[in-house]
C-alpha cells in the first residue's frame, strides 16, 4: 500500500523567541507541507538567535556590550529593523523606543523584581531614542550615552512572522497563518472564507473580547496581562511608557492591522504607550492601517475605518 500525498491542512507550533510560533498552511501535497513548514521554523531560530538580548551569544547582546565604546558593525537584518524602529520612534515622539531596555532589563517579571530608586535614579534620561546613532552608510551603530541598552521585542517578532511569510510564498503556499505570540500574519483566506483571529479578553482568561474575520493581512495586539507583576493595585507588566520609564497604564490591550507583521508589531506597542486619544490619532494619519483599542475600563475603541466598515 502506498501512501497517496493529497493537497491538506498542515500545522505546528513551537516554542522559540520565548512564545509560542505556531504555522498552519494549506499545502498541495505532504512534501510541500512539510518544507515550507520547516523552513518557517528555521528561520525563526535564526532571528531569535541572532536578537535575543539575553543570549550572550547574540548580535544584539554583542551590541549592548560595545556600541557604547565605538560604533559597531551591524548585518543589514538589523539595520533594517533598528532603522524601522527609529522611524516608529520619530513617528511617536518616543513612545516606542527600542532603548527603553535600558531600564527595563533590571525587571524580572517572574519574580516580581523592578529597578532599585537608586538605579531608576541613576538610569534617568538613558531611555532616548537620539542617542542611538544608526549609520546607514557604513552600517554601524553608536550608543551616545553609555546607559543605553536596546532591546527588539517590540517590533523583532513581527519582523519573524513576515519572514516566515515570504518562506511561505517562495515555496509555493498561498494560504496560511504564521504566528510568533500576539503577532500574526494570515496569507490568503481559508479556501473562499476568512481567517477567524479571536482578541483575548484583557482580563478574562481564555476569553475573547472580539472575533474578527481576516484575510491577507498582519495583526497584532500588546496586552498588560502578558508579562506582570501586581504590586497592590498597581500593574508593573513589559510595556515601558519612556516618558515615566514605568509600565505604561492608558489601557489593557491594543491591536492593530496593517499588510506586514512588522508595522503591526511596532504600532500596537506604540499605540498602547499613547493611549486611546493620540494613539486613535496616529493610526487614523496612517493609510491601510486600523487599531482597536482597550481601554483602562475595558471599554472598545476603534479606529476610522472601522466603524466605517459595515
Ligand atoms: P509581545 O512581546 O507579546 O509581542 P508587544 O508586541 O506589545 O508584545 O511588545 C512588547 C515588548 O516590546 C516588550 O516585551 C518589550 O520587549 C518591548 N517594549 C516595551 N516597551 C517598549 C517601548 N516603549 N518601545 C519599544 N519597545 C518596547
Ligand atoms: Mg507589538
Ligand atoms: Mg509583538
Given at each position: 500500500l502506498s501512501t497517496v500525498a493529497s493537497a491538506d491542512w498542515f500545522s505546528d507550533s513551537q516554542a522559540i523567541m520565548g512564545t509560542t510560533v505556531s504555522v498552519e498552511l494549506w499545502a498541495e501535497d505532504e512534501q510541500q507541507g512539510q518544507r515550507a513548514m520547516a523552513a518557517v521554523f528555521t528561520e525563526m531560530r535564526r532571528i531569535d538567535k541572532a536578537m535575543n538580548p539575553w543570549d550572550e551569544h547574540s548580535e544584539l547582546a554583542a551590541i549592548n556590550r560595545q556600541a557604547a565604546i565605538a560604533p559597531v558593525l551591524i548585518s543589514e537584518e538589523l539595520q533594517q529593523l533598528i532603522s524601522k524602529a527609529l522611524y516608529y520612534s520619530r513617528l511617536s515622539e518616543g513612545a516606542f523606543?527600542?532603548?527603553?531596555?535600558?531600564?527595563?532589563?533590571?525587571?524580572?517579571f517572574r519574580s516580581a523584581k523592578k529597578p532599585s530608586a537608586q538605579q531608576r535614579q541613576q538610569l534617568q534620561g538613558a531611555i532616548n531614542y537620539h542617542n542611538l546613532v544608526l549609520d546607514e552608510k557604513n552600517r554601524s551603530l553608536f550608543f551616545k550615552d553609555a546607559r543605553i541598552s536596546i532591546d527588539l521585542g517590540g517590533i523583532a517578532k513581527g519582523h519573524a512572522v513576515d519572514r516566515g511569510i515570504a518562506l511561505l510564498q517562495s515555496h509555493g503556499i498561498h494560504s496560511a497563518i504564521v504566528s510568533a505570540g500576539g503577532d500574526s500574519r494570515v496569507l490568503g483566506d481559508k479556501h473562499g472564507r476568512p481567517w477567524v483571529m479571536g482578541i483575548q479578553h484583557p482580563r478574562k482568561k481564555?476569553?475573547?473580547?472580539l472575533r474578527i474575520p481576516l484575510a491577507n493581512t498582519a495583526i497584532s495586539t500588546s496586552g498588560d496581562y502578558e508579562r506582570f507583576f501586581m504590586e497592590g493595585e498597581i500593574r508593573h507588566h513589559h510595556i515601558i511608557n519612556p516618558q515615566t520609564a514605568e509600565s505604561a497604564r492608558a489601557v489593557q490591550s491594543v491591536t492593530v492591522l496593517a499588510d506586514k507583521a512588522v508595522d503591526s508589531d511596532a504600532l500596537s506597542t506604540t499605540v498602547f504607550v499613547l493611549g486611546v486619544k493620540k494613539g486613535l490619532a496616529l493610526i487614523n494619519q496612517l493609510p491601510g492601517i486600523d487599531a482597536i483599542i482597550i481601554d483602562d475600563q475595558g471599554l472598545l475603541h476603534y479606529s476610522a475605518d472601522l466603524l466605517l466598515s459595515p
Open positions: 523606543d527600542i532603548s527603553f531596555a535600558s531600564v527595563s532589563q533590571y525587571y524580572r481564555d476569553q475573547h473580547a
